[in-house]
Nanobody, 123 residues
Framework: QVQLVESGGGLVQAGGSLRLSCAASGRTLSSYAMGWFRQAPGKEREFVSAISWGGGRQYDADSVKGRFTISRDNAKNTVYLHLNSLKPEDTAVYYC????????????????WGQGTQVTVSS
């Protein structure tokens, strides 16, 4: 049973940057696509970014393209989300997710979630 633990969230001013980390324990992540989702207060959880098992393919929501970058280090069993040019509307709890398969699609189910890390962007 894999467990995902996020870290790196915090309070940042608009235009600033953060790096979120998702460390896995209990199982290697190297065969699976991984992703990040977020949920703002009063809103549904939404997809942010995903990366294929080997890191060769990345997928980003239109709202974060050009600002956020997902990466992974399979040797460290860790996935990252680099958040740049942050906006107040990026404020949310960010969740790490493990997909069931090796590649992301919008039909690919998530089978493991992290507990989330809060990102707050002040204007």
């Amino acid at each position: 049973q894999v467990q995902l633990v996020e870290s790196g969230g915090g309070l940042v001013q608009a235009g600033g940057s953060l790096r979120l980390s998702c460390a896995a324990s209990g199982r290697t992540l190297s065969s699976y696509a991984m992703g990040w989702f977020r949920q703002a207060p009063g809103k549904e959880r939404e997809f942010v970014s995903a990366i294929s098992w080997g890191g060769g393919r990345q997928y980003d929501a239109d709202s974060v393209k050009g600002r956020f970058t997902i990466s992974r280090d399979n040797a460290k069993n860790t996935v990252y989300l680099h958040l740049n040019s942050l906006k107040p509307e990026d404020t949310a709890v960010y969740y790490c997710a493990k997909f069931r398969g090796s590649y992301y699609s919008d039909r690919e189910p998530v089978d493991t979630w992290g507990q989330g890390t809060q990102v707050t962007v002040s204007s």
